[in-house]
DNA sequence: CCAAAAGTGTTAAAACTACACCCATGA
DNA sequence: TCATGGGTGTAGTTTTAACACTTTTGG
């Protein structure tokens, strides 16, 4: 499988962050690194790109391998290129995020519990290569964008609530927001459908579900969509 | 200077979609291909990534040999993987974009004109590879970026008057902005420092020139600059 | 004195913020 | 019946959008 080329080039892998809401949380999933460099030690999921598979693919493979993790809803972030991120050789890594599990998405049960892991986000262990930077900027995108773009409703599940909802953007935007008025807006913008159920899950009333309706949000999207918190 | 890896890589190339202000027109620079494939064809300018230097340099570098253009503020914007996008073999490309030439900022000139060339993003001719589809995606989040960041401030000239800032958010938007509003808001910045000089270009009253407050952009940026056309 | 772009305020409409109580359920 | 989270409206404030005339210069 050795192959030879005119030119040296760098090695090419992709990373990926998966955020996920825990209660109240904001969590990111690592990998406990088998072989060295780092061995031992956390890292994110990820791994070297294979000349037939897109980026995407890529990402797709190694969080399937490694966390359990299948077909889940990848933005890419950016492409890492320092010259000494990794001890070995030159590698460029493009760094994928997701961010899974509003409503009763259990994250947790599809990780292989041996290697795979959740850590809070204020409370990540030292991490190999350049990952705690990577996690950085994921999450400094991730902040940027919520504010201004309905995200998590492409990878939203079938049914969850408008408090599931705001607390995913209290987690993320790391602020209270107000009840009334983040109903208000977020049922304003006209993206969500109700659902014929409801949520019984406890000793009070019970919530009405929705779901993203994600045919008005493409259309939407295509003219400017305008949202903001 | 051959290499020879244990497992087949893909090659690894930077591409550059550069934006330019024409008095009304938004313009994209293209490089007449001399070699194949497509030789003859139009294209961004890029090439392969070394391995010593960071995707930045590569990218600032093939712009300074294939169109004199140096340091220029450039910002990545997608890492394009699909399988086939290069005849020859695998590629993947890191896409960078840049915004050049408000206020007197002449480009034309650092261009080598036999091979470099300006063209209105509404026109332009067939290109080699996807670099149409890089070009799209450029235009796209340009637009997008332009709505809630003050984009161009790191690099505009040292002085530029208001009215060459509105017609660079009008040709990037596509869309007349109202002229006491546009002052209002953006003054209201206070990210603006007026020069003493005024500009005086013709047969009219002069006009105040500004220049952009970086410091004070950086302070705000961290917390959370809130800023829409 | 004419042409051309620079510069300047006000008002009505819309959006945002803050805020407190009743509802439906399970224990 | 109590504890728990679900659900709802209004009023004051701020922000936005629309709109027209005067100023300064060069020819």
């Given at each position: 499988m050795a192959q030879t080329y005119e030119y040296p080039r760098p090695a090419l892998t992709v990373d990926v962050v998966v955020f996920a809401l825990d209660d109240e949380d904001l969590q990111v999933m690592l990998i406990r690194r088998k072989?060295?460099?780092?061995?031992?030690q956390w890292a994110l999921p990820g791994g070297f790109v294979r000349v037939a598979e897109t980026l995407e693919e890529a990402a797709q493979r190694e969080l399937q391998e490694e966390s359990?993790?299948?077909g889940i809803f990848l933005e890419q972030l950016f492409t890492f290129s320092e010259?000494?991120?990794?001890?070995?050789e030159r590698v460029v890594t493009v760094a994928y995020y997701a961010l899974v599990n509003l409503?009763?998405?259990?994250?947790r049960a599809s990780a292989d519990a041996a290697q795979a892991a959740w850590f809070p986000v204020g409370e990540l262990p030292?991490?190999?290569?350049d990952h705690t930077r990577i996690v950085e900027v994921a999450l400094q995108r991730l902040r940027g964008k919520v504010r201004y773009q309905p995200i998590g409703f492409e990878l939203l599940p079938a049914g969850f609530t408008l408090s599931q909802m705001q607390h995913l953007y209290e987690a993320v935007l790391e602020t209270p927001l107000d009840k009334r008025n983040f109903r208000k807006k977020v049922l304003g913008l006209g993206l969500l459908l109700r659902l014929k159920e409801r949520q019984?899950?406890?000793?009070?009333r019970p919530a009405q579900l929705y779901r993203f309706d994600a045919q008005r949000y493409e259309k939407l999207k295509k003219r400017g969509l305008h949202f903001e918190v």
């Amino acid at each position: 499988m050795a192959q030879t080329y005119e030119y040296p080039r760098p090695a090419l892998t992709v990373d990926v962050v998966v955020f996920a809401l825990d209660d109240e949380d904001l969590q990111v999933m690592l990998i406990r690194r088998k072989l060295p460099p780092f061995a031992g030690q956390w890292a994110l999921p990820g791994g070297f790109v294979r000349v037939a598979e897109t980026l995407e693919e890529a990402a797709q493979r190694e969080l399937q391998e490694e966390s359990g993790l299948a077909g889940i809803f990848l933005e890419q972030l950016f492409t890492f290129s320092e010259i000494d991120r990794d001890p070995r050789e030159r590698v460029v890594t493009v760094a994928y995020y997701a961010l899974v599990n509003l409503a009763g998405h259990d994250v947790r049960a599809s990780a292989d519990a041996a290697q795979a892991a959740w850590f809070p986000v204020g409370e990540l262990p030292e991490l190999a290569f350049d990952h705690t930077r990577i996690v950085e900027v994921a999450l400094q995108r991730l902040r940027g964008k919520v504010r201004y773009q309905p995200i998590g409703f492409e990878l939203l599940p079938a049914g969850f609530t408008l408090s599931q909802m705001q607390h995913l953007y209290e987690a993320v935007l790391e602020t209270p927001l107000d009840k009334r008025n983040f109903r208000k807006k977020v049922l304003g913008l006209g993206l969500l459908l109700r659902l014929k159920e409801r949520q019984m899950d406890g000793r009070h009333r019970p919530a009405q579900l929705y779901r993203f309706d994600a045919q008005r949000y493409e259309k939407l999207k295509k003219r400017g969509l305008h949202f903001e918190v």
